[in-house]
């Protein structure tokens, strides 16, 4: 009995670390074991995870005639980013994937002079971002500091109300060879200074493997 006693404070401790002020047990659970579910991504990538424009084939629609509206309300004109890279992410608060939100805004820090960084909320995976713009916004900036421009919530999966972005990563008639949309929350595209969709990588890639 005193074993149990023993066990179930030992528990209760781990819990109480585990806990974060400002998010829900299932976020503060999912932020301690991200570590273990990106090792998969890590040791064992998939075919599909990275995906990579080997023949540097251009973009029949112009990366740069693009815009989207951002979490403020602004609308956004990507011709603004002409010879800079940019990585656009579809995100989300409740999943495995969102400690991927710390990793981006380490790379936004140390690159940012160069390189663009675009969070695009959906819920579209088992509704794992049920939050509005405003307290998705929050949620990024009290626990992962998060600077790197966020856009209005919005559907990234092939459909009629995927977003026109999103329509532009995912159909090779537009940007020239990608047919793959989102696989999950924290599917990332990488197009670089030219306005060019170089790679897709999913969300097993952490983002720290892809800006070189």
Same mark, same amino acid.
């Given at each position: $009995? =005193?074993k %149990?006693f023993i %066990?179930i404070?030992?528990?209760?401790c !781990?819990?109480l *670390?585990i =806990?974060q002020k400002n $998010? +829900?047990w299932r976020?503060?659970i999912?932020k301690? !074991? &991200?570590? *273990? !579910? $990106?090792?998969k991504?890590?040791?064992f990538?998939?075919?599909?995870d990275?995906?990579?424009? #080997?023949?540097n084939k251009q973009?029949? !629609?112009? /990366?740069?005639?693009l815009h989207?509206m951002g979490n403020?309300g602004? *609308?956004?004109?990507?011709?603004?980013w002409?010879?800079k890279?940019v990585?656009l992410v579809?995100?989300?608060?409740d999943c495995?994937y969102t400690?991927?939100y710390?990793?981006?805004?380490?790379m936004?820090?140390?690159?940012k002079?160069?390189l663009?960084? *675009?969070?695009?909320?959906?819920n579209d995976?088992k509704d794992q #971002? =049920?939050?509005d713009?405003?307290?998705?916004?929050? /949620?990024?900036?009290?626990? &992962?500091?998060? +600077?790197?421009?966020? $856009?209005?919530k +919005?559907?990234v999966?092939?459909?009629?109300?995927q977003h026109?972005? /999103?329509?532009?990563?995912s159909?090779? +008639?537009?940007?020239g060879?990608?047919?793959q949309a989102p696989?999950w929350?924290?599917?990332?595209?990488?197009?670089?200074?030219?306005?060019?969709?170089v790679g /897709?990588?999913?969300q097993?890639?952490?983002?720290e493997k892809i &800006?070189k």
């Amino acid at each position: $009995m =005193k074993k %149990l006693f023993i %066990l179930i404070a030992v528990v209760i401790c !781990i819990l109480l *670390l585990i =806990k974060q002020k400002n $998010m +829900t047990w299932r976020q503060s659970i999912l932020k301690s !074991i &991200y570590p *273990l !579910i $990106m090792l998969k991504g890590k040791w064992f990538p998939g075919k599909k995870d990275i995906q990579l424009n #080997e023949g540097n084939k251009q973009p029949a !629609i112009s /990366f740069y005639s693009l815009h989207a509206m951002g979490n403020n309300g602004t *609308l956004i004109d990507f011709s603004q980013w002409k010879g800079k890279k940019v990585l656009l992410v579809n995100t989300a608060s409740d999943c495995g994937y969102t400690g991927q939100y710390e990793e981006l805004e380490k790379m936004y820090q140390q690159y940012k002079d160069k390189l663009v960084i *675009l969070g695009f909320p959906a819920n579209d995976f088992k509704d794992q #971002e =049920k939050k509005d713009n405003a307290a998705i916004a929050e /949620f990024c900036k009290v626990n &992962y500091r998060v +600077t790197f421009q966020l $856009m209005q919530k +919005t559907h990234v999966v092939k459909g009629v109300s995927q977003h026109p972005v /999103f329509q532009w990563l995912s159909q090779a +008639t537009q940007n020239g060879w990608c047919e793959q949309a989102p696989t999950w929350n924290f599917s990332k595209y990488l197009v670089n200074e030219d306005g060019v969709l170089v790679g /897709f990588y999913s969300q097993n890639i952490s983002p720290e493997k892809i &800006y070189k």
